[in-house]
């Protein structure tokens, strides 16, 4: 997995982990804007292997969900539609 994506991950986890190990819509905007804008990142690593790290990370399963949701869609070439301000 390329270091971009898991230091991504392991932001992303550690503010979770500040509201009760639960992502922020604020958070899941800042990926899925981050997912749009730099698919060649994102394209080097499977939806498995996300997962896979994100469980590592102790990341709530809901939200495990969420990231290869979004992930498994941008693969796709499906469009991930942010808030404006992301």
């Known amino acids: 997995m390329p270091k ?9 986890a550690m503010w979770a982990r500040g509201y009760d190990n639960h992502m922020k ?3 899941e905007a800042k ?8 698919m060649n990142r994102w394209g ?9 790290e ?3 990370l102790g990341m709530r399963e809901e939200d495990v969900q ?8 941008r693969l796709q070439e499906r469009r991930l539609v942010p808030p404006p301000s992301y």
């Open 44 to 52: 080097l690593a499977t939806t498995e292997e996300i997962r896979d």
């Open 4 to 12: 971009d994506i898991k230091s991504i991950l392991e932001l992303t």
């Open 25 to 27: 819509w604020n958070e």
């Open 54 to 56: 994100c469980r590592s």
């Open 31 to 38: 990926l899925k804007a981050d997912m749009m804008r730099h």
């Open 66 to 73: 969420t990231i290869c949701d979004m992930h498994a869609r």
